[in-house]
Nanobody, 124 residues
């Protein structure tokens, strides 16, 4: 079964940090770019960051650049999102997703395997 499982969300004060994990199973992890998305109540889902399958190149939304870091551990089939200096506006459900091999990782439509999401709440 193809599966992505997120963990690491929680409640943190503004300025704090969290590390989200996305554990993959049921597919060849090395072949897939992985992205992190988030959706806040009443807002559309937005792309946060992604990492390529091959050379490890990364992309960050302007809103998180300099604060979030994405990485992947091929041995553990896991992608991480280190979130530092969190702000109340980072509050959302965070999802990881896998892009179809060969699809552009920066295009939301490339992603067709999604995790169940993990809640991140940042208090002011």
């Amino acid at each position: 079964e193809v599966q992505l499982v997120e963990s690491g969300g929680g409640l943190v004060q503004a300025g704090g940090s969290l590390r989200l994990s996305c554990a993959a199973s049921g597919f060849t992890f090395d072949d897939y770019a992985i992205g992190w998305f988030r959706q806040a109540p009443g807002k559309e889902r937005e792309g946060v960051s992604c990492i390529s399958s091959s050379d490890g190149s990364t992309y960050y939304a302007d809103s998180v650049k300099g604060r979030f870091t994405i990485s992947r551990d091929h041995a553990k089939s896991t992608v991480y999102l280190q979130m530092n200096n969190l702000k109340p506006e980072d509050t959302a459900v965070y999802y990881c997703a896998a892009a179809r091999p060969g699809s552009p990782a920066r295009v939301a439509g490339s992603y067709d395997v999604w995790g169940q999401g993990t809640q991140v709440t940042v208090s002011s």
